[in-house]
C-alpha cells in the first residue's frame, strides 16, 4: 500500500524560506504526474505545484516565481523550495500524484508537514 511522507515544515519569518521532502513508499511514483498541495485553515485544499514525469513544472499563480518543484525518480522523493515566503502561505502541505492517488475511490493522503510564516 503506498505511503506518502511529508517532511520539512516549520516556523518562518516572512521572506524566508523552506525546503520540503515528500517520499513515496510502496509504490513506484516515477511515472506519475506528482503535486504539492496545500490547506490553509478553514479553506479547500489546492494545488500549488505540480511536476510531470519528464520533469516540467507548473504553478498556481499565488507561488510562481517563489516556489520550485522538482523531484528525485530514484529516490520516488518529491521537493518543493519555497523562498520569499508570505504569512498567506501559512498552511499544511501534502504531496501528492495528480491527480491524487486513490484506492477503492477513496483518496490517498499522507499527514502533510505544517508551514507557518510569521508576519
Known amino acids: 500500500q503506498v505511503q506518502l511522507v511529508e517532511s520539512g515544515g516549520g516556523l518562518v519569518q516572512a521572506g524566508g524560506s523552506l525546503r520540503l521532502s515528500c517520499a513515496a513508499s510502496?509504490?513506484?511514483?516515477?511515472?506519475?504526474?506528482m503535486g504539492w498541495y496545500r490547506q490553509a485553515p478553514g479553506k479547500q485544499r489546492e494545488l500549488v505545484a505540480a511536476?510531470?514525469?519528464?520533469?516540467?513544472?507548473n504553478y498556481a499563480d499565488s507561488v510562481k516565481g517563489r516556489f520550485t518543484m522538482s523531484r528525485a525518480n530514484a529516490k520516488n522523493t518529491v521537493y518543493l523550495q519555497m523562498n520569499s515566503l508570505k504569512p498567506k502561505d501559512t498552511a499544511v502541505y501534502y504531496c501528492?500524484?495528480?491527480?491524487?492517488?486513490?484506492?477503492?475511490?477513496?483518496?490517498?493522503w499522507g499527514q502533510g508537514t505544517q508551514v507557518t510564516v510569521s508576519s
Open positions: 511536476i510531470t514525469s519528464g520533469g516540467s513544472t
Open positions: 510502496g509504490r513506484a511514483l516515477s511515472i506519475n504526474a
Open positions: 501528492n500524484a495528480d491527480p491524487p492517488l486513490t484506492i477503492a475511490s477513496h483518496e490517498v
